[in-house]
């Protein structure tokens, strides 16, 4: 992959290797459990994956929104104008039509649609301590009604991630009662997957990285047309194990739920609706004290 600066104008992903790859990865793709995926080593070369991680610790401040409840506790960024030149660039091309052909050949999708607002996506970091309950993704795009979820690109951008911090993303049976498969989160790793009303996934253990690190990672959502798709907003689903915590998951699922569709009804910011969600943490606490 080329090793040259984004700035000059040049790419930061070597398509033509991709494709040598497609036979490969299809196959992966295709046979992935517990539903459809495929994990992508060594997507960038050395040199732009070092510029990615500066850029990530360069990401302005302000910019990241806290998503600080039951079910998970991170932040985000969707602002690629507070992003710098590489992390703009390597998500540019993967947004580029030329990176959509590929993916359109790697899972059998046709006429994949980007989504340029990055909602829900773009960048993600959790600190020591951080977590994302299980769930299945919102199925239909909030602010297009037509535009049915259909895939999630994730690009891990940790240098020297250990096993032992946890933060492997768990990939679960239809049913909620197994992890099938777990990705652990190192650096320059990409995962691609198949998403719906089932694709249940998480890393739902509080993480055990030294402070001052975090686990980061870019994420890109693809749609595709649909007359009436299904809409569900995200399903946060109790594991087994998960004992007394059951309750306060499906509370503040059904929270989610109402900042939901008050979303796509009133055009309701994500800001705020974290806002909304963290009054509801901070009540139950005060129930409890």
């Known amino acids: ?90 998500a540019a091309e993967l947004n580029s039509p030329e990176f959509i052909a590929i993916l359109e050949e790697l899972t059998g999708i046709p006429n994949l649609i980007v ?17 994302l309950n299980m769930h299945a993704d919102f199925t239909v795009h909030p602010h297009y009604r037509h535009w049915k979820r259909r895939l999630n690109l994730l690009l891990y951008c940790n240098e020297n991630w250990l096993a032992e911090y946890g933060g492997g993303l768990e990939l679960w049976d239809a049913t909620m009662s197994r992890a099938e498969t777990v990705v652990h989160p190192f650096g320059n790793r990409v995962l691609i997957f198949a998403t719906d009303a089932t694709s249940f996934h998480g890393h739902p253990e509080p993480l055990q990285c030294p402070d001052g690190m975090a686990r980061q990672s870019m994420a890109l959502y693809y749609f595709t047309h649909e007359d009436k798709p299904i809409v ?29 569709a008050a979303k796509r009804k009133l055009g309701i910011s994500n800001l705020a609706g974290t806002k909304i969600l963290q009054f509801v943490e901070r009540l139950r606490h005060s129930r409890h004290d």
């Open 1 to 90: 992959m080329n090793a040259d600066s984004p700035s000059n104008g040049t790419t930061v992903l070597d398509l033509l290797e991709l494709r040598k790859r497609l036979p490969a990865l299809k196959e992966g793709f295709s046979t992935g459990h517990p539903y459809k995926h495929v994990v992508i080593d060594e997507f960038l070369t050395p040199q732009v994956f070092q510029r990615a991680l500066t850029d990530f610790d360069l990401v302005s401040k302000e910019q990241w929104t806290g998503y600080l409840h039951i079910n998970e506790r991170k932040f985000a960024n969707s602002e690629p104008s507070t992003w710098g030149p590489t992390l703009r660039q390597i």
């Open 115 to 131: 989504d340029p607002t990055f909602e829900g996506g773009g960048l993600h970091q959790s600190l020591r301590g951080g977590f």
């Open 232 to 260: 569900k907003s995200t399903d946060y689903r109790a594991r087994p194990t998960d004992g007394s915590k059951r309750i306060l998951i499906y509370l503040d699922k059904i929270a989610l739920r109402v900042f939901d």
